[in-house]
């Protein structure tokens, strides 16, 4: 049995600079905002220094030091910007209370294994800092998009009264627009018209292929899994021209089975992928003991594989349909005036009228989305307890 080494107090000559570079980090989008990263900088790295000496010295309990320093963030936070900068600036205040004292009683070494050498621990959490700043980087325009689409005003930023928390400056009529225009509601309507159907063809396509290149007497099943996740891999705007030249010479460009169609070819790759990876963990004795009972090959597949790959199939149709809903080259190629989608409104939209409605819509789909995707992973881990790969 190893022993757990006892967590023990942290020197200066690392608590204060470690501090101090966090500090130094969170002052450079400080300072941007007020005109000098520069300065920002200098007075972040400063101001975290002085709190970790004052922590390290442990004039005043944990709590208390706490408190004050979170107080006194958005205190600062308030005459800099007002009440948007005191909130910001009280959740930085709490954040760095908590770090210097995480660092300075060695709590970080409660969270690893005892055995890790320094360098070991450092890269263990400079790995999981390199994560959260790339999630921060991604997520960061989706979230700024949300709030701007209660804007009471016509705009694309956010304007004086959003900035105060003014409700004056809130409102939901882009949302309204988005619920009564008929030219948003018929693209509503195309995309539920379209997506189900698209969706509905691609997991019945991409299912019987994943299923039939999981077996390996399958001749050439690579170069066949290659050609049908190709669509995934084209550039999407050749995709749409091969597309448009091919649907023009069958006469379906315009019509509704012609963006279904389209939207299809899209959708099967994430089935396949999906599916494949679900089959992966299959027992196909289940289905030889099946057949030895007399079942046939569509009653051991509705009865046998159907029920344990259901999570895998259920997966890819959301993506598929995740696909199809939010498509817009392809939908433009092939598509009509008619058949005019959310996505291609939305683009037109921004190309033609600038409407903020846009952002209305845009965050509707990310609700959907973020449904659609929490739903994906639970199916994911039940699909893994399922095969036995995770505990129950």
């Known amino acids: 049995m190893v022993a757990l080494t006892p967590i023990s107090r942290k020197p200066m000559s690392f608590v204060v600079p470690t501090v101090a570079a966090a500090g130094a980090v969170a002052g450079i989008f400080v300072g941007a905002a007020q005109g000098s990263s520069l300065l920002g900088l200098l007075v972040g790295a400063a101001l975290l220094a002085v709190i970790a000496v004052i922590v390290m010295q442990d004039i005043l309990p944990e709590r208390m030091m706490k408190w004050i320093v979170t107080a006194g963030f958005a205190i600062a936070g308030f005459i800099l910007a007002g009440l948007p900068a005191l909130i910001i600036g009280a959740l930085f205040g709490w954040f760095f209370g908590w770090f210097a004292y995480w660092l300075f009683e060695g709590r970080y070494r409660g969270k690893v294994a005892p055995y890790l050498t320094s360098g070991q621990v450092l890269w263990h959490f400079t790995f999981r800092v390199i994560c959260g700043a790339i999630f921060v980087f991604l997520i960061t325009p ?44 018929n693209a509503v309507a195309n995309s539920l018209r379209i997506a189900p159907v698209a969706t509905l063809l691609s997991v019945s396509l991409g299912t019987l292929a994943a299923i039939g290149l999981s077996q390996s007497h399958v001749p050439g099943r690579r170069a066949i899994m290659a050609i049908l996740i190709s669509p995934m891999i084209v550039p999407l705007i050749i995709s749409a021209t091969g597309m448009y030249f091919f649907y023009a010479k069958i006469g379906i460009i315009g019509t509704y089975w012609g963006v279904v169609l389209a939207h299809t070819v899209l959708g099967i790759p994430f089935v396949i992928i999906t599916v494949t ?28 594989q ?38 291609w409104q939305m683009f037109t939209g921004l190309r033609e009228q600038i409407s903020p409605t846009i952002l209305a819509a845009a965050t509707i789909l990310v609700g959907i989305s973020i449904i659609l995707l929490t739903i994906v992973e639970m199916l994911r881990r039940r699909s893994e307890r399922l095969r036995g790969m995770s505990p129950a």
């Open 142 to 185: 989706i979230l700024v998009v949300m709030p701007l689409s209660f804007n009471a005003q016509d705009f694309f930023t956010f304007t004086q009264e959003m900035l105060r928390f003014d409700p004056a400056g809130y409102s939901l009529k882009h949302y309204r627009d988005f619920l009564t225009n008929p030219e948003w509601t």
């Open 306 to 343: 159907m029920p344990l790959i259901l999570p895998g199939v259920i997966s890819g149709g959301l993506f598929a349909f995740i696909t199809s809903f939010d498509e817009v080259v392809v939908v433009i190629f092939i598509g009509s005036a008619k058949l005019q989608t959310l996505p």
């Open 277 to 304: 990876a679900t089959l992966v963990g299959f027992d196909n004795s289940l289905t030889r003991a099946a057949a030895n009972m007399g079942a046939g090959p569509v009653k051991t597949f509705f009865k046998i």
